[in-house]
Structures are given as structure tokens and as C-alpha cells.
């Protein structure tokens, strides 16, 4: 028997990670359950997940990403760790919980199931979704950089398809094929149930082509020498931008101008480090940071429309007043529902009920209390080491690393005005970023790109 061709393996497992990355996008438009295709990316996860462990522990030791591979499992454990029971008097910590015992207690009810979490089925739920981002996040951290690029042009391809998809879907009838949720009418939703979910796509895609675009200039292939070319990423990322305002998103819109300004400048700031010219660095770093401010004063002028009309300020307001009464402990990762229908005030009185905060921060101050803060304490940490290396070593592909950071940003950014991170396919997307990052941090060698 001849041994398997390396790099004939190599190319399988790439290409087992493209369509992975585009199943679990395409069938992760819900922060909802969607049954049997959630349990199929699930169970496919786990094979991915092996290799990808596999494959990391045959690569040479690296502290970046050792850091990363800590905090992915304090981020994947938390949800387990919710499950697990807790005494009595660690138990009723929490004052809504002791409330919560004394209704019990009334209502004649005895004896109380003290796990850490008040819903633990949706807590093991949340727990089980979380399993294709893991798996992507541990196999990207582990793949070359030619992948990664190929994985992140993939990112940008697919909210390119979602925004065709969904110019298609206003044509069509709600029953229609083309609508993928048609309990809902279409709504330029393209893949995603809500269309405020394909703006954050979108907007993640836009980063990408940035860091391509601007990254190009100037700059010549590693392979044929050739100086590159920005156009394919400036009409993706045209095409991304203008497609904005359709989602109806404000908070879209105005962190896509907000990127479109400040990217170039931060890069150059990256640029005339490198070249030596520290104080046009820092005064290019200063004008970078004024235009920030400037236009997140805009954008909170603007979204207090959005406060007023559509009452999210409420909901977040109401979220993290509620918080407290919850801590030390949290409700529980996916309790948000009937934690919040149990206490939410009387102005939230509505016809529908309220699915999230529309505010990842509140809502993880809300259901992981504590134990959520040093989760997040730990990826920041993480992270900050990372580019730490990167801006001593001036390592990996820079490009790459702009493209998780803008990406990242553009996350993050939209997840202060809504549920992104509760969807399975920008949960996916954000894990490839983080790891690209950190593949990209870990690299000690220079690459004059």
C-alpha cells in the first residue's frame, strides 16, 4: 500500500472546512432553533473538532495560541458548568432566587432543582450550539495562511450571495422557496430570519474587503512578484456598503461609514510604524481616534431614534437592572425569555414576546453574571497579547490581521443595538475570525506584505 499524498490530504481538509463554513452559514440564520439542520452542523462538528485538535498538537508550541485555545474553553465550558448543581445556600445568593423559592414555596411546591442555571435544557441547547464555532475556531487556528485567506474571501462571498438572495426574496411570494423562514414575510433577510443579523454580515464582509483593499496598495504578490490588485475587494466591499441601508439597520449604516473613515487611517497608522516614522504614527493615531469620536457621537445622536420608537433602550435598561438582582450567579446562558417575561416592567408589556435584549453585553451580564465577566476578561486578555506579539514581531500576514480586527469590530459594534452573537452563523463567523488573528499573532517571522 502507497502512504497518502500529504498534500492530497491537506486539500480534503481544506475543502472540508469551505463547505462546512458555508453549511453552517447558510443554515444559521436563526438565533432560534431550527431542529434537524442545527443537529446536523452539530454532529459534523465533532469529526472537525478531532482533526483539528489532532492537527494543532502535531504543530510546534506556541504561546499565542495556547492563550487562545484557554480562553475558547472557558467561553465552550461555561454553558456545562451552568448545569451543575449548587447548594442551597449558594443557591439563594442571588436574590431573585430566593424570591423565586419563596413563590415556589407558596405555590406549594417544596422541592427545587438547584442547578446553577434556572433553565438548564436551554442551557444545554446553548451549549450544543456553540459546538460548529468551536470546531471551526480550533481548525483555523490550526491551517496555513493561504487557507485562512481562502476562508475569509469566503466570508465575504457569503453575505455577497445573502444580499442577492435577499433582492430576490422581495420579488417572490412569502411561501416561496427563496424565503427560507416564511412564517415571516421577506424582508431583504436574504439567509437570516432578521435582517438586522444580515447587516452584521455584511458589515463583517465590508472589514474584510477594507483590509484587502487598502492592504493592496503599494504592495506586490509574495508568489509572482506582481503588484496586487484591490479591485475585486473594493466593488465586494461597494457592493456590501451600499447594499446597507436595506436591511433598514441605522446602527448598520452608521458603522459602515464609521469603518469606511477610520480603517485606512489605522492601517496607515501600522504602515508608517513600520517604516520608522513613529510621531506621523501617533499623530495619524490621534486624527484616527478624533474621527472616531466624532462619528460615534453621531451614531448615538442617530440611534436614539431607535431608543425612543422601538424600545430597545427599555429592553436594555430593563436587562441590566435585572442583571444585578441575578448576580452572583447569572439566570443561566439561553434563560433570557422567561427570566425576563417573569420580571420585565409594564411599559415591555407587548403583543409578542421580547427574544433578547438586543444587547449581547446586558443579556451576558444577565445569564452568565460573574462567571461571564472572566470569560470575557479572559478573551480580551487573550487578544491583547496577541497583537501585543504582532506589533513587536510585526509577524504573520497583516492583511489577515486587519480583516479579524475590522470584522471583529464590526461585531461587536452592532452587538451594543442587537442579538448577533446568538446566531449560529455569525457565531461561526466570529470564531474564524478570532482564530485567524491569532493563527496570524503567532507567526514569529516577518512577511513584507
Not at 454553558?79 to 413563590?103: K, M, T
Not at 446586558?362 to 480580551?380: D, K, N, P, R, T
Request: net charge positive; proline share 5%.
Amino acid at each position: 500500500m502507497h502512504p497518502a499524498n500529504p498534500h492530497a490530504v491537506s486539500r480534503s481538509w481544506h475543502a472540508a472546512l469551505y463547505l462546512f463554513l458555508v453549511y453552517v452559514f447558510v443554515t444559521g440564520g436563526s438565533s432560534q432553533a431550527r431542529g434537524w439542520t442545527d443537529a446536523v452542523a452539530q454532529v459534523v462538528a465533532l469529526p472537525i473538532l478531532a482533526v483539528g485538535v489532532w492537527r494543532l498538537d502535531a504543530m510546534p508550541g506556541s504561546r499565542v495560541r495556547m492563550l487562545g485555545l484557554v480562553a475558547l474553553a472557558a467561553l465552550a465550558l461555561l454553558p456545562w458548568v451552568q448545569l451543575l448543581p449548587l447548594g442551597d445556600g449558594l443557591w439563594n445568593l442571588a436574590s431573585a432566587r430566593e424570591a423565586l423559592g419563596d413563590d415556589l414555596a407558596t405555590a406549594g411546591v417544596s422541592s427545587v432543582a438547584t442547578t446553577w442555571s434556572l433553565t438548564p435544557a436551554a442551557t444545554l441547547r446553548s451549549a450544543l450550539s456553540l459546538l460548529p464555532a468551536v470546531a471551526l475556531f480550533v481548525a483555523v487556528l490550526g491551517v496555513d495562511t493561504a487557507t485562512q485567506r481562502r476562508l475569509l474571501v469566503l466570508c465575504v462571498a457569503l453575505p455577497v450571495a445573502s444580499l442577492v438572495l435577499g433582492f430576490l426574496q422581495l420579488g417572490a411570494p412569502q411561501d416561496s422557496l427563496l424565503n427560507p423562514y416564511p412564517e415571516w414575510a421577506p424582508s431583504m433577510g436574504g439567509i437570516f430570519a432578521n435582517p438586522n443579523h444580515q447587516g452584521t454580515a455584511m458589515l463583517i464582509g465590508l472589514g474584510i474587503c477594507l483590509a484587502f483593499a487598502v492592504g493592496a496598495f503599494g504592495a506586490r504578490d509574495e508568489a509572482t512578484g506582481k503588484p496586487r490588485n484591490p479591485w475585486p475587494a473594493i466593488i465586494a466591499g461597494g457592493t456590501l456598503l451600499l447594499g446597507l441601508p436595506l436591511t433598514n439597520s441605522r446602527a448598520a449604516v452608521v458603522i459602515g461609514v464609521l469603518m469606511l473613515v477610520i480603517a485606512p487611517l489605522a492601517m496607515a497608522v501600522s504602515r508608517l510604524r513600520r517604516s520608522g516614522q513613529s510621531r506621523r504614527g501617533i499623530a495619524a493615531l490621534l486624527l484616527a481616534a478624533g474621527m472616531a469620536a466624532l462619528g460615534l457621537s453621531a451614531a448615538m445622536g442617530w440611534m436614539k431614534v431607535d431608543q425612543i420608537e422601538e424600545l430597545r433602550w427599555v429592553i436594555r435598561q430593563a436587562t441590566a437592572a435585572l442583571a444585578v438582582t441575578h448576580l452572583p450567579w447569572g439566570s443561566g446562558v439561553g434563560s433570557f425569555v422567561p427570566v425576563f417575561q417573569q420580571a420585565m416592567p409594564e411599559s415591555l408589556l407587548l403583543g409578542s414576546y421580547i427574544n433578547a435584549a438586543h444587547n449581547d453585553y446586558s443579556q451576558v451580564w444577565l445569564e452568565a453574571g460573574v462567571a461571564g465577566f472572566l470569560v470575557v476578561a479572559i478573551v480580551v486578555a487573550t487578544l491583547a497579547v496577541a497583537l501585543r506579539r504582532h506589533w513587536t514581531y510585526q509577524g504573520g500576514d497583516r492583511r489577515l490581521v486587519w480583516c479579524a480586527l475590522l470584522g471583529m469590530f464590526a461585531l461587536l459594534a452592532h452587538a451594543a443595538s442587537d442579538y448577533a452573537l446568538r446566531t449560529p452563523a455569525l457565531m461561526a463567523v466570529a470564531m474564524l475570525l478570532g482564530a485567524a488573528l491569532l493563527a496570524q499573532c503567532a507567526e514569529g517571522k516577518r512577511h513584507s506584505v
